[in-house]
């Protein structure tokens, strides 16, 4: 039967699009969500003249939305923009031909059921099974919600795009169009650690009790910091990001979930990024456990789990402990994304703590991550109020219920020792030491 229902909603790539009207909105799967061939057919319409004024939302553009609807000579075709910054759109953020949208990760679901009108959403989804249900696989965030609250749903399935459970799942009757793809998913490989990644790993690792339930991101300080969780045991995963070192920490042993409140014994996540040995890891795997980022990242959800370690990074840190963790050089370099929802929701956990973690300094150690104040106009990710701990290479410090001053001499001990005497000085103009 829904084999049935299945082929008669089978079509191509164009043919599937061609439904969508002028001034639609259309919001599309993110990272290994991104369907490759619908978003190249909507950028053919577009770029033919036969689709005006679309309105395109996405969240961490990556290769596949890149070579198609971000293709430069679609930029005055076509409005585009995203929740999320990255290397893919980043310059044309920074023109102004792509739109950032400012939010907290968690509240994006929401957003699109209660303040958009959305058209259209095109997504990639696993193969359907016998009882008719796709699976979202490695992407659940804000998906599954457009997903329903949308005019018309066109998924791209593909056999590579692993079936994941949890609240990830999709059925045939829910679906108006479907188009057949099969293409290899795109691989984040993570970068090897530096060697101040690596003393950061170490500090983290130290901080993190047998049992805990943790949260980290993807690149070299995440990466340390699960090899030196390997003498650890029972800890659990409740993360927006599911990552490789937290597959290889599961494999090992180390990660149980025994010890969870929430979901016992599930690896609970909103998206995985990384290798094809994650995805085949993941794919009809009973313990791994996806649902929308409107779950994940709500912080009061986040702090029921007790000895909650959540663990993210930052661009710069003032002398205030305000965080920076998006913004460059005057422009929107990334985004929130769920750093704030985590800070907050792991400091609110029985035992949990929030960890920001970050170099010294950039740029061949020329400039200090320290600084004394933010140049004016950069955006605050996580206020003063809500930072925990820091760690960088040199070090961990605590700031809660620490006063101005007292704050001060804390976050100058993180920097570079070539910075310390002109961060005191600066530190003393403004009166906090």
């Not at 530096?194 to 500090?203: D, L």
């Not at 090992?252 to 994650?278: C, P, S």
């Not at 290479?393 to 620490?402: A, I």
Request: aromatic residues 8%; glycine residues 8%; negative net charge.
């Amino acid at each position: 039967m829904y084999r049935e229902e299945y082929r008669s909603k089978l079509t191509t790539a164009a043919q599937a699009v061609a439904a969508i009207p002028d001034s639609a909105t259309v919001v599309h799967g993110m990272a290994t969500g991104e369907p490759p061939a619908l978003l190249a057919a909507i950028a053919d319409r577009v770029r033919s003249g036969n689709l005006r004024d679309l309105k395109v939302y996405s969240l961490l553009p990556m290769a596949n939305a890149a070579a198609t609807i971000l293709s430069p000579d679609l930029a005055g075709l076509l409005h585009s923009h995203c929740w999320f910054v990255s290397g893919s759109d980043r310059d044309q953020v920074r023109s102004g031909k792509h739109l950032f949208v400012p939010n907290q990760f968690h509240q994006i679901p929401r957003l699109i059921r209660d303040f958009m009108e959305v058209d259209t959403t095109v997504t990639t989804v696993s193969s359907m099974d016998r009882a008719g249900f796709f699976s979202f696989g490695t992407v659940n965030d804000y998906i599954t919600t457009a997903a329903l609250h949308c005019r018309r749903l066109i998924v791209e399935v593909n056999p590579r795009m692993p079936r994941v459970f949890g609240d990830s799942l999709l059925h045939v009757s829910e679906v108006d169009t479907i188009v057949e793809n099969d293409v290899p998913l795109v691989e984040l490989i993570p970068s090897a650690p530096k060697p101040e990644a690596e003393i950061i790993g170490k500090h983290i690792a130290a901080m993190v009790p047998d049992g805990a339930t943790i949260q980290l991101g993807l690149g070299g300080i995440p990466n340390a910091v699960c090899n030196y969780l390997e003498g650890h045991r029972d800890l659990g995963i409740h993360t927006e990001l599911l990552c490789p070192g937290m597959m290889h920490l599961i494999k090992k042993g180390v990660i149980t979930g025994r010890w969870k409140n929430l979901h016992n014994r599930k690896h609970v996540f909103t998206n995985a990024m990384g290798d094809q040995e994650l995805y085949e890891f993941m794919h009809d795997n009973p313990s791994m456990e996806s649902y929308p980022v409107s779950y994940t990242n709500d912080p009061q959800v986040i702090a029921q789990n007790d000895n909650m370690i959540s663990i993210n990074s930052t661009i710069e840190v003032d002398l205030l402990g305000q965080c920076n963790s998006e913004y460059l050089g005057g422009f929107e370099f990334s985004g929130t994304g769920g750093q704030l929802d985590y800070v907050r929701g792991a400091f609110n956990s029985k035992g949990g703590k929030s960890i920001i973690a970050f170099y010294s300094t950039a740029h061949n150690g020329e400039v200090s991550r320290v600084v004394s104040r933010f140049t004016p106009g950069t955006v605050v990710t996580t206020p003063r109020m809500d930072t925990h701990y820091l760690v960088t290479e040199y070090g961990v410090v605590n700031l809660m219920g620490k006063s101005l001053g007292e704050r001060a001499q804390e976050i100058v001990k993180l920097a570079h020792p070539k910075f310390r005497d002109g961060l005191l000085e600066e530190a003393r103009k403004m009166c906090l030491v």
